[in-house]
């Protein structure tokens, strides 16, 4: 059993930057595939970024070229940083892992463990 908490959300301006963590205990995260959504309010949970046991990364189109994510399997902990944060990115964030290899890491029902979630709120 994986647990997982995500710290780092906040209230920031357009433009400026956060960067969220996630923390796993409880198991290990060094072979699952670790995966970050966002919930904005209203609307369905949906993909933001994800990482691989390679470091192979993929991002959703709103996310490309402004977040960034990253591990580190000694800290069992995944970033998500974020900058050029814009208001449609106000959202509470989860973190989520994916043991299972092979999985379509865009996918909500791809993952087995998730986090409780961060609220970021972007402001104009």
């Known amino acids: 059993q994986v647990q997982l908490a995500e710290s780092g959300g906040g209230s920031v301006q357009a433009g400026g930057s956060l960067t969220l963590s996630c923390a796993a205990s409880?198991?290990?995260?060094?072979?699952?595939?670790m995966g970050w959504f966002r919930q904005p309010p209203g609307k369905e949970r949906e993909f933001v970024a994800a990482i691989t046991r390679y470091y192979i990364t993929n991002y959703a189109a709103s996310a490309q070229g402004r977040f960034s994510i990253s591990r580190d399997v000694i800290k069992k902990t995944v970033y998500l940083r974020m900058s050029s944060l814009k208001p449609d990115d106000t959202a509470v964030y989860y973190c989520?892992?994916?043991?299972?290899?092979?999985?379509?890491?865009?996918?909500?029902?791809?993952?087995?463990?998730w986090g409780q979630g961060t609220q970021v709120t972007v402001s104009s």
């Open positions: 409880g198991g290990t995260d060094s072979s699952a595939t």
């Open positions: 989520a892992a994916a043991p299972r290899g092979g999985v379509a890491p865009t996918l909500v029902g791809s993952y087995d463990y």
